[in-house]
């Protein structure tokens, strides 16, 4: 909208900031003839006032972009946008018919009522800010709430709960309260802790009596400090699983690990516990060296689900038409029942596939020559170990943690 010619006085005018046609994606709605007027403010205020019922009317939320009282005789000038302004992506909650404008977030009408509030903050471990948003919006037609919004609700209930502590001053007051077994490593020159590893007394008591098979694996960098999250789960008589340890690391060299490992040990020696019999984990050389230092006499098998992955990523491009016949043998490779049929299948499968000399030259030097009584049923089936592509369940149980560690970026508040 063009400027007006008002005097020298508090009279403002008030611009449109779209800039074209091209620039509105074809699912919005130009609002351009709605904001355009020939009336003159008196006040800021009433431009302000008059603009936004305007707004309201249409869903939008006005706010300022810019203001400047102008020099030189010039006209003041307010630019004004919609609070959702800039290139359109249309959010699952939203309808196609809102139009958006070039601004920044903005308090005026969009701020969350108390009780809005208090519904985020009840939430927020156990569901994304873009879900909790949806929800508000289900529940109050005429909320004009952004995610940014939420995302501010959150962050100021965690500041509220550190209380001045630093993070990993908070973590190590709830693990302290509330009878965590934990220990952690500090860096000799700063005295900054580097690693930490916590059980909760329930889980501890789970694993004495559910001791047969625990899972290993880790979930990389998906919290504000990119620290690896090492966990470990057991599995009940009743197939439930339960996160027995959890543990930062900064880094996965194998002693880092057999630190970790180590101590969980201990704590389940002095728990009462009898020796572990299976340890199921993915193919990470290092954490494997500290499962033998730690646990002798624990059988270790490497997860199938993990494995079928790798493969599937390293030779389904080369093997191209033929993959499904290829996965089909590998399957009923890695069921062998004996070692000699074991035998049989791998020499048919080299056979059938001796024109993708890559693809078996990669299982052989991989996963079979050093590794294959880890993970064929031929050698796995003489000891029981409920299920070698049992770290699915880790899997699922990585889904849950990084929700509630990784999502809101800090280790803190949520893990208690």
Request: proline fraction near 3%; hydrophobic fraction near 40%.
């Amino acid at each position: 909208m063009d400027d007006y010619n008002f005097s020298i006085s508090d009279s403002w005018s008030f611009e449109n900031d779209v800039r074209s046609e091209e620039s509105i994606s074809h699912n919005s709605r130009d609002y351009t003839p709605e904001f355009t007027t020939d009336q003159i403010f008196e006040t800021r205020e009433d431009m302000l006032a008059w603009a936004r019922s305007v707004g309201l009317k249409y869903g939008i939320v006005v706010v300022i972009l810019n203001s400047a009282k102008l020099k030189g005789g010039k006209l003041p000038k307010c630019i004004l946008g919609c609070e959702r302004g800039g290139k359109y992506e249309p959010p699952r909650y939203l309808v196609d018919a809102i139009a958006h404008f070039n601004c920044e977030g903005h308090k005026y009408p969009s701020r969350l009522k108390p009780i809005e509030k208090q519904f985020v903050v009840d939430m927020a471990n156990n569901i994304a800010p873009r879900e909790i948003l949806n929800i508000l919006k289900q529940k109050d037609l005429s909320n004009t709430t952004g995610i940014k919004s939420v995302y501010n609700t959150i962050f100021a209930n965690k500041a509220a709960k550190l209380d001045s502590l630093t993070p990993i001053q908070y973590v190590i007051r709830q693990l302290l309260k509330k009878d965590y077994l934990h220990q952690f490593l500090t860096n000799s020159d700063t005295n900054e802790i580097t690693d930490i590893i916590w059980v909760h007394p329930m889980s501890l008591e789970l694993s004495v009596n559910f001791l047969s098979v625990l899972i290993i694996d880790a979930t990389y960098k998906t919290n504000e400090y990119r620290k690896s999250l090492l966990e470990v789960m057991g599995i009940t008589s009743t197939w439930r699983t339960y996160s027995l340890m959890f543990t930062y690391l900064s880094n996965e060299r194998e002693e880092t690990l057999t630190w970790a490992l180590d101590n969980l040990k201990n704590w389940m020696l002095q728990k009462g516990a009898s020796m572990l019999l299976v340890f199921v984990s993915d193919r990470n050389l290092a954490l494997m060296n500290a499962i033998e230092a730690c646990f002798p006499t624990t059988r270790h098998i490497l997860c199938i689900w993990h494995i079928n992955q790798c493969v599937m990523k390293n030779c389904s491009r080369v093997l191209g038409p033929e993959w499904k016949r290829f996965i089909t043998s590998w399957h009923s490779l890695i069921n062998s029942s004996t070692p000699s049929s074991f035998e049989q299948k791998w020499q048919a499968m080299c056979d059938d596939f001796r024109q993708f000399p890559n693809v078996i030259t990669y299982l052989c030097q991989t996963w079979l020559r050093s590794y294959k009584e880890r993970f064929v049923s031929a050698w796995t089936d003489t000891y029981m170990h409920l299920e070698s592509n049992s770290s699915q369940r880790a899997e699922s149980a990585h889904a849950k943690a990084k929700a509630i560690f990784g999502r809101y970026h800090v280790i803190v508040t949520n893990i208690f």
